[in-house]
C-alpha cells in the first residue's frame, strides 16, 4: 500500500509560477513511477507529467516547456515546478503512484492522492 500527499495548490495570476508536491510513504519509493494529472470540473482526468523509476520523464503537450516534474527518492517526493501559468491550467491536480514504469492514463495507476486545488486567475 501506497498513501500519497499533494500540496502546494493555491490561487496564482496568470503567468505565475507554483511547485506541487506530493509525498509519498508505505512501500519503496523508487520501485514507483509517478504521475501527475489533473481534472477540471465536468471534465476528464487528464495526464499531465509522469517520471518512471529511473527518472526519465514524460509530459502532455500541454505541459512541455513549462511544467518539470521530479522526484527526490531520499525524500520519498514527486514534484511539479509549473511555470508560465494560464488560466486553461486552472484544476484540481492529482498525484499517482505505479509499479516502475509510467503510464500517460489515469486507469494504469494503483494509487492515488486526495488533490491539491490549484486555480489561475487572468
Known amino acids: 500500500q501506497v498513501q500519497l500527499v499533494e500540496s502546494g495548490g493555491g490561487l496564482v495570476q496568470a503567468g505565475g509560477s507554483l511547485r506541487l508536491s506530493c509525498a509519498a510513504s508505505?512501500?519503496?519509493?523508487?520501485?514507483?513511477?509517478m504521475g501527475w494529472f489533473r481534472q477540471a470540473p465536468g471534465k476528464e482526468r487528464d495526464f499531465v507529467a509522469a517520471i518512471n523509476w529511473r527518472g526519465r520523464t514524460y509530459y502532455a503537450d500541454s505541459a512541455k516547456g513549462r511544467f518539470t516534474i521530479s522526484r527526490d527518492n531520499a525524500g520519498n517526493t514527486v514534484y511539479l515546478q509549473m511555470n508560465s501559468l494560464v488560466p486553461e491550467d486552472t484544476a484540481r491536480y492529482y498525484c499517482?503512484?505505479?509499479?516502475?514504469?509510467?503510464?500517460?492514463?489515469?486507469?494504469?495507476?494503483?494509487?492515488w492522492g486526495q488533490g491539491t486545488q490549484v486555480t489561475v486567475s487572468s
Open positions: 499517482a503512484a505505479r509499479v516502475n514504469w509510467s503510464s500517460s492514463r489515469p486507469s494504469e495507476y494503483d494509487y
Open positions: 508505505g512501500r519503496t519509493f523508487s520501485n514507483y513511477a
